[in-house]
């Protein structure tokens, strides 16, 4: 039998711009997170060096910080449920919905000059509230938008392009505030929201399987906390964190920006800065796909250790180059971190469970987060700048190096799936999962 002209098989062959995994929500999702992160990025700059240009001292810095995370600390673990019982597209819209509102609102205020402290914080605080609903529905819904098969690329791509954009954002959000205020970055932010939320507002949930009727929220917050209680290398790792986020936080939340104004020269080094930790991140998801350590969360622990550089850095104060190299590294480090931890999480937990423990996790990583940027100003009243720093840095080892002494933190490895009977040649399984902004 003679073959089809080579035209009809170009004619009839389906062109793929996409791998084959990359599927409708995954694509959704990650051009969602690009567009989330261009403005969040330096949204985050600008909100600070609006206080600053004020008249706001460090402590209004924090005071301001704090508004944003402690309605993570109320309201995650109630998201989360919601997550788990809800179609997570609707929980995620309606939160980009009241993110749009809210830096709307604050990129007016700041606009008109004269902005209040406490009008800043009020609508910081409602930014954070819909930030605690969408993280936990967020992640749940990336978890299950990829096969194990192929989730370890999937999760490396969609960190790539989410840590790319944030390396855009924060070096335009720096420069944007240098040339035009810090209004304007606000207002770029509200405008992400809203674009984001359309493309979340075409996710497909039909393929999640629909849960049983339980006995409530407060039967679902119960499960979900089973599941952690019951995991040493889980609640070990959040409580490593809630020191570790709270720490690094108030470091770059609070003293990144005073630094940057006294030493470094204003916002726009400061913004170089992290843009090269957002580079680094882009290493370490390159450096993920290519690795895939048997010891998922003993290397993982180990690349925390290096999140003490910046505050290291920053209390020296190093040179605006040096300290891209540290920011570099750090953002190397927990990309590696992060590949790990979520390739646990995936491997581990329940899928109709997914965001009441990522709520958990949340919940217990940005407790503390609060209480550390309130009171960043006056300890550096206190101690000194610098010696605020210095301690930051040596927590983040202490409570690190007390993590390794968890024998499930160091014995937990990656799971190889048995052999596909088929004649294809069997798949690897690279679980995934992430933290989304």
Known sequence: MSSPPASADRTSAPRRRRPPWAGRNYTLLTGAAVVTNLGSHGALIAAAFAVLEAGGSGGDVGLVAAARTLPLVLFLLIGGALADRLPRHHVMVAANALNCLSQAA?????????????????????????????????????????????????????????????????????????????????????????????????????????????????????????????????????????????VVGAAEAVYGPLVARDRLGGPAPWGLALAFFGIGTIGGAVLMMLWKPRRLLLVGTLCVFPLALPSAGLAV???????????????????????????????????????????????????????????????????????????CAILVVVVTAAVLAVPDV???????????????????????GLPID
């Open 410 to 432: 160091r014995r937990m490895t990656r799971r190889v799936p048995a052999p596909v009977k088929a004649s294809a040649a069997p798949a690897e399984a690279r679980p995934v």
């Open 106 to 246: 604050f990129a007016v205020l700041v606009l008109a000059g004269d902005p209040q402290l406490w009008q800043m914080m009020l609508l910081t605080a409602l930014c954070g509230t819909g930030t605690a609903f969408f993280n936990p529905a967020a992640e749940g819904m990336l978890l299950s938008s990829v096969s194990g098969e192929h989730s370890n690329r999937a999760f490396a791509l969609f960190r790539m392009a989410m840590n790319g954009a944030g390396i855009g954002g924060a070096a335009l959000g720096g420069a944007m505030i240098a040339a035009m205020g810090p209004g304007w970055v606000l207002a770029v932010d509200a405008a992400a929201f809203a674009v984001a939320g359309a493309l979340r507002a075409f996710l497909d949930v039909g393929h999640v399987t629909e849960r049983a009727p339980g006995g409530g929220l407060l039967a679902d917050l119960r499960e979900g906390w089973v599941e952690v209680r019951t995991r040493p290398w889980l609640w070990s790792i959040v409580l490593q964190f809630s020191v570790v986020v709270a």
């Open 317 to 391: 104060p190093l040179p605006v180059w040096s300290l891209c190299a540290v920011m570099f590294v750090s953002g190397v480090a927990i990309e590696v971190f992060g590949v790990n931890w979520m390739t646990t999480m995936h491997q581990e937990i329940p899928e109709e469970k997914f965001s009441r423990v990522s709520a958990y996790d949340w919940f217990g990583s940005v407790s503390m987060l609060p209480l550390a940027t309130a009171v960043a100003g006056p300890v550096e009243t206190a101690v000194g700048r610098t010696s605020a720093l210095w301690g």
